[in-house]
T-cell receptor
Framework: DAGVIQSPRHEVTEMGQEVTLRCKPISGHNSLFWYRQTMMRGLELLIYFNNNVPIDDSGMPEDRFSAKMPNASFSTLKIQPSEPRDSAVYFC???????????FGDGTRLSIL | AQSVTQLDSQVPVFEEAPVELRCNYSSSVSVYLFWYVQYPNQGLQLLLKYLSGSTLVKGINGFEAEFNKSQTSFHLRKPSVHISDTAEYFCAVRDTDSWGKLQFGAGTQVVVTP
């Protein structure tokens, strides 16, 4: 079975530009999570969706970040405008139910110049 | 709220030697515990989990962990490591009553040398 698929794998852009990260969860999974990983702060949960509905977005750093899940097979994380401090690896994960183990994608390595 | 402490940021180990990665947690409620592994340029992969029952949990790739409630620990062990075990290892904890929010430790980098 295909795992969690993220695109792009790498993104380099200039500050001020809009960045959109994409995630396709494992088919049949109803919970989706976005994480950010940096050396300084480790793994941080940004937002959690259950059945396409955002349940907890308390980890979203600021209004420049937004996430959507228009259907069960697709989610986006958008940063507008981007800043150099947003540089990180962003992971998407999904689980069969919210209490089941999470399966991670390979991440998007984002560099904002 | 929970917190997770991984006591070692890096553990060098020789091939075929045993390794133990330490994890302690704090929580005011019952928890589930997990170990994940992250290979370079990849996402996290679940190694093993403790939900209930036997406190000794066996996972993939020959790893095992033991839940010690009195010491609030969940240390990960492998009796004989391979070069391919070089990776970063994350301990994570979740409140049994919550919706699934994982609290991760800072990670332990394992470097296996010949």
């Amino acid at each position: 079975d295909a795992g969690v698929i993220q695109s792009p794998r790498h993104e380099v852009t200039e500050m001020g530009q809009e960045v959109t990260l994409r995630c396709k969860p494992i088919s049949g999974h109803n919970s989706l999570f976005w994480y950010r990983q940096t050396m300084m702060r480790g793994l941080e949960l940004l937002i959690y969706f259950n059945n396409n509905v955002p349940i907890d977005d308390s980890g979203m750093p600021e209004d420049r970040f937004s996430a959507k899940m228009p259907n069960a097979s697709f989610s986006t994380l958008k940063i507008q405008p981007s800043e150099p401090r947003d540089s990180a690896v962003y992971f998407c994960a999904s689980s069969l139910e919210d209490k089941q183990p999470q399966h991670f994608g390979d991440g998007t390595r984002l560099s904002i110049l | 709220a929970q917190s997770v402490t991984q006591l070692d940021s890096q553990v060098p180990v020789f091939e075929e030697a045993p390794v133990e990665l330490r994890c302690n947690y704090s929580s005011s409620v019952s928890v589930y515990l997990f170990w994940y592994v992250q290979y370079p340029n990849q996402g996290l992969q679940l190694l093993l989990k403790y939900l209930s029952g036997s406190t000794l949990v066996k996972g993939i790739n020959g790893f095992e962990a033991e839940f010690n409630k009195s010491q609030t620990s969940f240390h990960l062990r492998k009796p004989s490591v391979h070069i391919s075990d070089t990776a970063e290892y994350f301990c994570a904890v979740r409140d049994t009553d919550s919706w699934g929010k994982l609290q991760f430790g800072a990670g332990t980098q394992v470097v296996v040398t010949p």
